[in-house]
């Protein structure tokens, strides 16, 4: 794989960085330098700082890849360092639009769970939403984890429209989940015409990070050597 080519992994919500454990642990086994990114999930604002803070620590060029609502997050920094964008079944609001404007464009799938602050003012994934929904493909022992790991997103992340979304300025992949219970299909495949990314559908859940880590490094892969070339 290229050299001076960094790849930071932004998590999605009710998510932390372990998420990326088997997608990391691929690269890192190819000789690729990889950082995931620690979103605080108190507010976009808060959320794309982070990601500042992580890239300012790297030397070279960033391939960015998020998750889910991170998909939002790196589209909105402004770091000269990135030079493509990856979706793992993320969204991507274009200006002017939320995170919650593109999420609840579709019907939801039936098993996808009611979602509302608690009485802190944050948004918790309900325990069993995680077999239900989140990663229907996983492991008993990987649910486990998921629910015990879980961080709470507050809705600043999602009420907040967006600036000029990065994708429109350098290339952008997108894994389009057909068997998303959290991210419709449609709606993952209209984001990714509007961004003209190059898409590549996968029979996957929400969480291929988690069930299916090879498809997300093959993608990643493909990004790392359009950046290269």
């Not at 990601?51 to 790196?74: F, P």
């Not at 360092?81 to 464009?105: C, H, I, M, S």
């Not at 039936?110 to 325990?127: E, S």
């Not at 190059?198 to 950046?227: F, G, L, N, Y």
Request: with cysteine; proline share 7%; net charge negative.
């Amino acid at each position: 794989m290229a050299k001076n080519i960094n790849v930071v992994m932004a998590h999605g919500a009710w998510a932390d960085g372990s998420s990326w454990a088997r997608v990391i642990a691929a690269m890192k086994s190819e000789g690729i330098n990889v950082v995931a990114a620690p979103l605080p999930l108190t507010s976009l604002a808060d959320d794309v700082a982070a990601l500042d803070r992580s890239m300012a620590r790297l030397d070279g060029s960033v391939v960015l890849v998020a998750h889910a609502y991170a998909g939002a997050v790196i589209a909105e920094t402004r770091s000269k360092q990135v030079k493509a964008l990856v979706y793992v079944t993320a969204l991507a609001p274009d200006e002017g639009e939320t995170v919650a404007d593109v999420f609840y464009r579709a019907a939801s799938h039936p098993l996808a769970p009611k979602l509302a602050p608690d009485d802190n003012g944050l948004i918790w994934l309900p325990d069993e939403a995680f077999k239900n929904a989140f990663a229907q493909h996983a492991s008993a022992d990987d649910l486990a984890v998921l629910s015990a790991v879980q961080r709470p997103i507050s809705p600043a992340c999602i009420t907040v429209p967006v600036k000029r979304p990065l994708w429109k300025d350098v290339p952008s992949f997108f894994l389009l989940a057909e068997e998303d219970r959290m991210i419709p299909a449609e709606t993952q495949r209209f984001m990714a015409e509007r961004m003209k990314a190059k898409v590549s559908e996968q029979t996957v859940d929400h969480a291929p990070i988690v069930t299916a880590p090879h498809v997300v490094v093959e993608i990643v892969r493909e990004a790392i050597k359009s950046v290269a070339a």
